[in-house]
């Protein structure tokens, strides 16, 4: 057990990193982000502290032994750890996001399954990118129409800005 301490005489314990490596590749990931997500609040002055030991768990833990099994030969077990990895993007996908440039080059592999469900998880991050752009351009949309309302720009500027807004929304 890894233990904190708080100012306040409270004690924080967390799994060390020698019992994770005993754990499935991606059980690290989800502890580390259930901690950051779900109890880091409740650490109080140990919060610092906590998130420099869940930095260090995921660069020395967490994904090197992910990486080391989707560098692997085996495609068995990278099938298998890309199925619970995409269980795990499709909850909470920053919980994938450090395997992101791992699972590009998973799909230049010859195996037809491992192409598959790399791809599959690189596309739930596609449309994350563009649902955040489209949030971008909608406010930006929203500026323009206020503006509009407003006559400080012209009928034709507003129009042109809702053309390219609707050609990005509606291209898929």
Not at 56 to 79: C, H, T, W
Not at 122 to 133: Q, V
């Amino acid at each position: 057990m890894k233990t904190f301490r708080k100012k306040d005489g409270g004690v924080i314990q967390l799994i060390n990193k020698e019992k994770m490596m005993d754990w499935p590749v991606e059980l690290p990931l989800i502890y580390i982000e259930y901690i950051r997500s779900e109890r880091i609040e409740s650490y109080g002055d140990a919060q610092k502290e906590v998130t420099k030991y869940l930095n260090s768990v995921l660069k020395d833990v967490a994904v090197p032994r992910l990486i080391e099994v989707l560098e692997g030969k085996n495609d068995e077990e990278i099938i298998n750890a890309l199925d619970r990895i995409e269980n795990i993007a499709n909850q909470n996908l920053d919980m994938a996001r450090p395997i992101k440039p791992y699972l590009e080059d998973l799909i230049g592999k010859k195996n037809k399954d491992i192409k598959e469900k790399a791809n599959n998880i690189l596309e739930l991050f596609r449309k994350e990118e563009r649902r955040k752009e489209l949030n971008k351009r909608r406010k930006k949309m929203k500026e323009k129409e206020d503006l509009f309302m407003q006559g400080k720009i012209s009928a034709e500027e507003y129009a042109d800005a809702r053309k390219k807004y609707i050609e990005f929304r509606d291209n898929r």
